[in-house]
């Protein structure tokens, strides 16, 4: 296990401080109480705003289906339209979705019937061409900006297809101000700044690997901005994901005896107006909003008591896991899980996206036991949270990462949620659900 962060120490002082305080009372007196401790606000939500069955919905049918489809009378049956690797998702201001491939090497512009309406790009070296494209960024109303490989470049097309410029970015500039940034961007912001992950291999214990049969925390990372000047603005250190090391007899076979435990893991999603960054990290139930220049102006707490991990809902997750391999033609070996501790409770946060009206999402565990995160819980831009929602009606085990992180797309907006979906052949969809909200 990874040591705390000088950071995370810091918040931990932080939030003590803030605790000794005297509490205010939020809007309503009993929900929410609000702290201020040298000048970050701390919101602590005893309960949502709206109570079950009194907040927003999401239709129990797909409104838009965007791919091939393999049933006649499909909303899109054509094998033509078969998409994959999607790596960006946005709904423009008319409607239309567009979908960035980065093995088709494409942007696909769709109608909302599933019809395709075009495609922009293809790959190569020119003006308006990509090499393996890997970000796709909507600049309402007309601008869609594609960062390629490793960021080489940033291609800024309009809505209709043309080219309006290109942007290259400077990698010498980048290493020196941040030497051991990522080598794709996690995160692009609006302005052309981007976030990168800083990898702290030392802290991670790459030279001193756990041995089978051990937890241990992967990889853990600095998220830093980097801005046109190329200056640096970190928001600290974060604990990786947490994975398990299989026991050589159970990984025999398979290259990386490594696998995931319940994500417990960092996350962070940028939106909102004015701009914020927001971080979780591993089992606690807070969020950390920071400026896009890395000051802590807010923290965003719970105090609900977590979701006990029973023996069926360990079981329907490694099942999950199971059937994940499977669809991606990579299937664990049985027994690979033998000897992982059961975990007392799943955490507080399994993905974070803020919506295009700045409202930001917690994807998390319920009490169902499914075996994987299917509710989310919606706060307001100022912390406050609101209620609860299923994550899709009819979630299976092949949307286990939807929304997860930077590494599976969607969108959300004010009338619709946006996610990737997987049949059992890995076939992908592009699907979209209509949001119903109450106010």
Same mark, same amino acid.
């Given at each position: 296990? #990874? =040591?705390?962060?000088?950071?995370?120490t810091?918040?931990?002082?932080?939030?003590?401080?803030?605790c000794?305080?005297?509490?205010?009372?939020?809007?309503?007196?009993?929900?929410?109480?609000?702290?201020d /401790?040298?000048?970050?606000?701390?919101?602590?939500?005893?309960?949502?705003?709206?109570?079950?069955?009194?907040?927003w +919905?999401?239709?129990?049918? *797909?409104?838009?289906?965007l791919?091939?489809?393999?049933?006649?009378?499909?909303?899109?049956?054509?094998?033509?339209?078969?998409?994959?690797? &999607?790596?960006?998702?946005?709904?423009?201001?008319?409607?239309?979705?567009?979908?960035? /491939?980065?093995?088709?090497? %494409?942007?696909?512009?769709?109608?909302? /019937?599933g =019809?395709?309406?075009?495609?922009?790009g293809?790959?190569?070296?020119?003006?308006?061409?990509?090499?393996?494209?890997?970000?796709?960024?909507?600049?309402?109303?007309? +601008?869609?900006?594609?960062?390629?490989?490793? $960021?080489?470049? !940033?291609?800024?097309?309009?809505?209709?297809?043309?080219l309006?410029?290109?942007?290259?970015?400077?990698?010498?500039?980048?290493?020196?101000? !941040?030497?051991?940034?990522?080598?794709?961007?996690l995160?692009?912001?609006p302005?052309?700044?981007?976030?990168?992950?800083?990898?702290?291999? =030392?802290?991670?214990?790459?030279?001193?690997?756990p041995?089978?049969?051990?937890?241990?925390?992967?990889? *853990?990372?600095?998220?830093v %901005?980097?801005d046109?000047?190329?200056?640096?603005?970190?928001?600290?250190?974060?604990?990786?994901?947490?994975?398990?090391?299989?026991?050589?007899?159970?990984?025999?076979?398979?290259?990386?005896?490594?696998?995931?435990?319940?994500?417990?893991?960092?996350?962070?999603?940028?939106?909102?107006?004015?701009?914020? &960054?927001?971080?979780?990290?591993g089992?606690?139930?807070?969020?950390?909003?920071?400026?896009l220049?890395?000051?802590l102006?807010?923290?965003?707490?719970?105090?609900?008591?977590?979701v006990?991990?029973?023996d069926?809902?360990?079981?329907?997750?490694?099942?999950?896991?199971?059937?994940?391999?499977e669809?991606?033609?990579?299937?664990?070996?049985?027994?690979?899980?033998?000897?992982?501790p059961?975990?007392?409770s799943?955490?507080p946060?399994a993905?974070?996206?803020?919506?295009?009206?700045?409202?930001?999402?917690v %994807?998390?565990?319920?009490? #169902?036991? =499914?075996?994987?995160?299917?509710?989310? /819980?919606?706060?307001? *831009?100022?912390?406050?949270?609101?209620?609860?929602?299923? !994550?899709?009606?009819?979630?299976?085990?092949?949307?286990?990462?939807?929304?997860?992180?930077?590494? &599976?797309?969607?969108?959300?907006?004010?009338? $619709?949620?946006?996610? !990737?979906?997987?049949?059992?052949?890995?076939?992908? %969809?592009?699907?979209?659900y209509r949001?119903?909200?109450?106010?």
């Amino acid at each position: 296990m #990874s =040591k705390p962060t000088i950071l995370a120490t810091i918040f931990t002082i932080i939030l003590a401080a803030a605790c000794d305080r005297p509490s205010v009372p939020g809007a309503n007196g009993t929900g929410y109480t609000v702290h201020d /401790s040298a000048g970050i606000e701390i919101v602590v939500n005893h309960t949502p705003e709206h109570p079950a069955g009194q907040f927003w +919905t999401i239709d129990p049918e *797909p409104e838009i289906v965007l791919g091939g489809d393999e049933y006649p009378g499909g909303a899109a049956n054509d094998s033509a339209q078969l998409i994959w690797d &999607v790596v960006g998702i946005a709904r423009l201001t008319d409607g239309r979705v567009a979908i960035l /491939s980065t093995e088709g090497q %494409r942007l696909l512009l769709f109608e909302a /019937s599933g =019809k395709l309406s075009g495609t922009i790009g293809r790959v190569g070296e020119g003006p308006g061409e990509f090499i393996r494209p890997e970000r796709l960024q909507y600049l309402p109303p007309d +601008t869609l900006a594609v960062w390629d490989y490793h $960021m080489t470049s !940033v291609i800024y097309f309009a809505t209709d297809g043309s080219l309006l410029r290109e942007r290259t970015i400077d990698r010498a500039a980048l290493r020196e101000r !941040v030497p051991n940034a990522s080598e794709s961007v996690l995160m692009t912001l609006p302005d052309g700044s981007f976030i990168v992950g800083v990898i702290d291999r =030392k802290a991670a214990g790459v030279d001193n690997e756990p041995g089978p049969g051990s937890t241990y925390r992967w990889w *853990p990372e600095e998220y830093v %901005r980097v801005d046109h000047d190329y200056d640096a603005h970190s928001f600290g250190k974060w604990g990786g994901m947490e994975m398990w090391v299989a026991d050589n007899d159970a990984a025999a076979g398979i290259a990386d005896p490594f696998v995931p435990t319940f994500a417990v893991d960092s996350h962070i999603a940028v939106g909102g107006d004015p701009l914020s &960054v927001y971080i979780s990290d591993g089992g606690r139930n807070e969020i950390l909003q920071f400026s896009l220049d890395g000051e802590l102006v807010r923290i965003i707490r719970r105090t609900t008591d977590p979701v006990s991990v029973t023996d069926g809902s360990h079981r329907a997750w490694m099942d999950a896991m199971y059937a994940m391999g499977e669809s991606f033609g990579e299937p664990l070996p049985p027994g690979i899980f033998d000897g992982m501790p059961r975990k007392e409770s799943h955490p507080p946060v399994a993905g974070l996206v803020v919506d295009s009206e700045g409202y930001l999402w917690v %994807r998390e565990w319920s009490a #169902s036991g =499914k075996g994987m995160p299917d509710q989310w /819980s919606v706060f307001s *831009p100022w912390g406050r949270w609101l209620g609860v929602l299923t !994550v899709l009606p009819d979630h299976r085990p092949l949307d286990l990462f939807m929304c997860y992180k930077f590494f &599976v797309p969607c969108w959300v907006d004010r009338d $619709m949620f946006l996610t !990737v979906r997987r049949d059992e052949l890995g076939v992908e %969809r592009v699907e979209g659900y209509r949001v119903r909200r109450a106010d």
